[in-house]
């Protein structure tokens, strides 16, 4: 049997986290934060805390380095 990616059952919204692996409630997640407050990446709560110690996830960057033009 293929267990769905997702949703495993209706009444739960269970993500996989994408640090860890582990099948998660939606509830039990958090958005991490990059260097200037934009959300990164959605983890569990233990990995959501590893991630932040350094006060932020990912690398660090500046405005410099956004590399997005706007095209409207
Ligand atoms: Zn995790």
Redesign the pocket.
């Known amino acids: 049997m293929i267990k769905p990616n997702v949703y495993t059952n209706e009444d739960k919204d269970i993500r996989i986290?994408?640090?860890?692996?582990?099948e998660?409630e939606r509830a039990d997640m958090l958005f991490t934060k990059d260097c200037r407050g934009i959300p990164f990446r959605l983890?569990?709560w233990?990995?959501?805390e590893v991630a932040m110690l350094g006060g932020y996830d990912g690398e660090y960057y500046d405005e410099s380095d956004e590399q997005i033009e706007a095209d409207y």
């Open positions: 986290c994408s640090e860890c692996g582990k998660v983890l569990c233990n990995c959501y």
